[in-house]
């Protein structure tokens, strides 16, 4: 539905012409002549759309007045599927070895198509070859992590914290034969409806020193 005004300064009349014929039996137009229009006064034209192809459709509606023609348009589109990603960089900056961070990425599908996705994770790595080469907890907060119920106690400090890097070392190798990945998605593929957001937890936690990307 849309309003006709009379924006001219004097009376106005209007007569509204076909549609063209490839589109004319698709819209149903109705309205109530208002006859000779004053100035500023409006008539409220309705339009029924009766959809026949899967098509989109760009056309106009003619009208004629007293001041001139007039040509609005009338567009209608085919529902679509157009899903995006509204945060696309994914940071999570320095992250401790052993350490676990989460982030979400979110896809929102502006349209009224449903549609599965999937996603294809590619990850560049420029990692150091030893596991845990640099371990860059403070040895007191290392130390605070072990139980040493069962252990005897240290000669010396030095001693103390080659035991306690030996120790985080063999936690970390076996964390990463558990779950060698570092960084992984609460879901990989699924369907995303129409006008709809999903979020995906982003999780990293690595166990080798070095840059992922």
Do not use: W
């Amino acid at each position: 539905k849309f309003l006709l005004t009379n924006t001219s300064y004097t009376f106005n009349n209007f007569h509204l012409l076909d549609i063209v014929d490839n589109y004319i039996d698709f819209f149903e137009i109705s309205f109530i002549k208002p006859g000779r229009m004053s100035a500023g006064m409006s008539c409220s034209i309705s339009i029924t759309f009766n959809p026949k192809l899967n098509e989109d459709i760009h056309t106009t509606i003619e009208v004629i007045s007293d001041t001139g023609p007039v040509s609005i348009p009338l567009i209608c589109l085919k529902k679509r599927c157009a899903p995006r990603i509204i945060n696309p960089l994914i940071d999570f900056n320095q992250i401790t070895i052993g350490q676990k961070s989460k982030q979400t990425i979110s896809i929102f599908n502006s349209q009224a198509l449903p549609t599965n996705y999937k996603i294809i994770k590619k990850l560049n790595t420029e990692l150091d070859s030893k596991i845990g080469s640099q371990v860059d907890e403070s040895p007191k907060k290392l130390i605070e992590k072990i139980d040493f119920s069962n252990c005897e106690y240290a000669n010396s400090s030095v001693e103390l914290t080659n035991r306690v890097n030996s120790y985080m070392l063999r936690k970390l190798n076996r964390q990463q034969n558990e779950n060698p990945e570092p960084i992984t998605l609460s879901a990989y593929e699924g369907k995303l409806d129409g006008y709809t957001t999903i979020e995906i937890d982003v999780n990293c936690s690595p166990l080798v020193e070095g840059l992922y990307n």
